[in-house]
């Protein structure tokens, strides 16, 4: 039994609408890539003090999280500044290109503010590609901010980070 060209024609197009509009919701959204591998103490740091809030953050609705496992080989099509040397390492990533990167795990005050100014790279749009009212001032510092205690903390964390990165063949 033969089918109708328009039958033909019509699942034809059908499909292709239904791929272009699937491809266009990818390539408008935002996604930040957690380059990771097994074994990582910072990673698991990570994993700790921020997984399990960052997607109930605002930030974390806007721009969701896709783990990405380099032991695997499961590196996205992105256009990159680079290539990834450190884990873990966070990569903002709209329209299939970088837009800018947080390398390594400084601690829960430093990742936030350096978040917070990589989201700033970012065209604001709310709801239907409206315009998202600007932030105040109090709430767009308010993930930099951080006591002195914590500062002190995240500091020497990344210190050790860093150190452990040099020490590594």
């Known amino acids: 039994m033969s089918q109708s060209p328009v039958s033909r024609w019509g699942g034809r197009a059908l499909g292709a609408l239904c791929a272009v509009v699937m491809l266009a919701g990818v390539a408008e959204a935002a996604e930040l890539l957690m380059y990771r591998r097994a074994g990582c103490p910072w990673c698991a740091a990570w994993d700790r003090d921020i997984g399990p809030i960052y997607p109930k953050t605002a930030i974390g609705r806007r721009i969701p ?86 500062t002190a903390q995240a500091t020497a964390q990344a210190a050790a980070h860093v150190a452990t990165l040099e020490s590594t063949p």
């Open 65 to 150: 999280l896709r783990n990405v496992d380099l032991d695997r080989g499961e590196a996205p099509a992105i256009h990159s500044r680079g290539p990834i040397r450190y884990t873990p390492t966070f990569v903002l990533v709209e329209n299939g290109r970088e837009v800018g990167r947080i390398e390594g795990y400084p601690g829960e005050a430093f990742f936030w503010g350096l978040l917070e100014q990589l989201a700033e790279k970012l065209p604001a749009a709310g709801p239907k590609g409206s315009q998202a009212p600007a932030p105040t001032q109090a709430t767009a510092q308010a993930p930099a901010q951080a006591t002195a205690q914590a």
